[in-house]
């Protein structure tokens, strides 16, 4: 199971696919890091925001949730270095991804901050520096960035750090009601040249290049959530399940992409098991499964790959085959 903890929702970034930017959590009002000592041992957890590494706290959060979990995962803009490089040195077995949204005159327009490519790069050219080796960058793929998802590939490939990638949403979580595609063609276009990218991977470590099949598995449901189809391109959503997440006052939700916001409960007042085992909770599974948004989000796509893992090797075989021999891909 994976927690995401959404430490705060004060960010020095002004992205303009999220408005948490315009509603900050008061730094008095976050949730202590000793309340995380609640959460259950051997869980993947994820540390995000806003930005979380603003918060002056943020080295205690890592001690007390670092020991517990089956693995750590910090997602920053990267515009704070010196605190990420010395969190990596800590604490080495952490991944760490540095959110862009393409390359520098792109990624600092779309996310609203000077400057924000260069310390990006700083950030991941100084994490290359440390023990910390699950490095890399991520990107929320849209219309507007697809022209620079294979140059910005191609240099993860040169630096030898990952490309995590997800793809734009509506929610409570990002306070956007308006995200949408206003090119749909170039969307499609670039996204299909992505997933063919990945698929003829440049990495070079077998462990790389499996990971690139991966991840244009889950482009497939990017690619197909830019179609305009509204189901069954995407596995049956594990929230509350597979995934939870607590937001900056230690409430508990199944889910960052519904449109209200699920409160199960606080783990300032109840274990998380408590919590998905209670009333409040069994009630809010059923508008889980009720559900018709189609989210496209990896953590979804990771766990029903890890279940069916015959269903990537398939469409990752047959696809590979389809492009040795010229033919267009079957996504």
């Known amino acids: 199971m994976q927690a995401s903890l959404i430490t705060t929702f004060r960010c020095n970034a002004r992205c303009h696919m999220c408005d948490i930017w315009q509603h900050p959590t008061k730094k008095d009002e976050e ?14 957890i994820n540390i995000t925001g806003g930005e979380p590494t603003i918060r002056d706290d943020i080295d205690e959060i890592f001690k007390v949730v670092y020991p517990r979990a089956a693995l750590l995962e910090l997602s920053t803009n990267g515009y704070f270095t010196d605190k990420i490089v010395s969190l990596a040195e800590r604490y080495p077995k952490t991944l760490i991804r540095i959110s862009v949204e393409g390359l520098p005159a792109l990624n600092d327009r779309l996310r609203g901050i000077k400057n924000g490519f260069d310390h990006a790069l700083r950030t991941i050219l100084e994490l290359k520096k440390t023990k910390c080796k699950n490095i890399g960058f991520s990107i929320v793929i849209c219309d507007e960035n697809v022209d620079d998802l294979i140059s910005l590939y191609e240099l993860c490939c040169y630096l030898d750090v990952e490309l995590g990638n997800s793809v734009m949403h509506n929610s409570w979580y990002f306070h956007k009601y308006d995200n949408a595609l206003r090119d749909r063609e170039k969307a499609l276009r670039g996204e299909g040249a992505f997933i063919k990218a990945l698929l003829q991977s440049r990495r070079r470590g077998l462990t790389g290049k499996l990971k690139d099949y991966g991840r244009a598995y889950f482009n497939k449901s990017i690619y197909k959530r830019f179609e305009g189809n509204g189901c069954n391109y995407r596995p049956p959503c594990g929230a509350g399940e597979d995934f939870f997440f607590v937001d900056p006052w230690g409430n508990l939700t199944p889910c960052n992409g519904s449109d209200e916001k699920w409160i199960c409960g606080n783990i300032k007042d109840d274990s998380v098991e408590t919590i998905l085992a209670s009333e409040k ?37 047959n696809n590979k085959i389809r492009l040795s021999l010229h033919f267009p891909l079957s996504i």
């Open 31 to 44: 949730i202590d890091p000793s309340y995380y000592e609640r959460l259950p041992e051997g869980l993947r």
């Open 281 to 317: 909770a069994r009630s809010i599974m059923q508008k889980v499964r009720a559900c018709t948004k189609d989210c496209c989000f990896i953590v979804t796509e990771r766990h029903d790959m890890v279940r069916k893992p015959w269903k990537p090797m398939w469409w990752v075989l």
